[in-house]
């Protein structure tokens, strides 16, 4: 039972049912109140899928923020890349 609520807990990142926006807003809103840089930094899905291989040819791929003003605003403040 405490590894199941361990499981589900903010700290351990993004989980494979996320979206970009649940992610952020998991990340942000838990008992620590991550920043959304360090949210953006947990969240932030890579083109080798955050993998150890082909590190130094990945790129992040923009957060998707579509139909969330407030998280747009945040990554445009923070020169994050996002598609609306």
Do not use: V
Not at 9 to 36: V, Y
């Amino acid at each position: 039972m405490a590894l199941c609520a361990a499981g589900c807990s903010a700290e351990m990142g993004r989980t494979i049912n996320d979206t970009d926006i649940s992610c952020l807003r998991k990340q942000m809103g838990s008992e620590i109140h991550t920043s959304f840089p360090l949210a953006a930094n947990t969240c932030q899905r890579w083109t080798n899928h955050n993998t150890i291989f082909n590190q130094k040819s990945a790129k992040p791929i923009p957060l998707n923020l579509k139909g969330a003003p407030d998280l747009q605003a945040q990554a445009e403040e923070y020169s994050y890349t996002y598609t609306k």
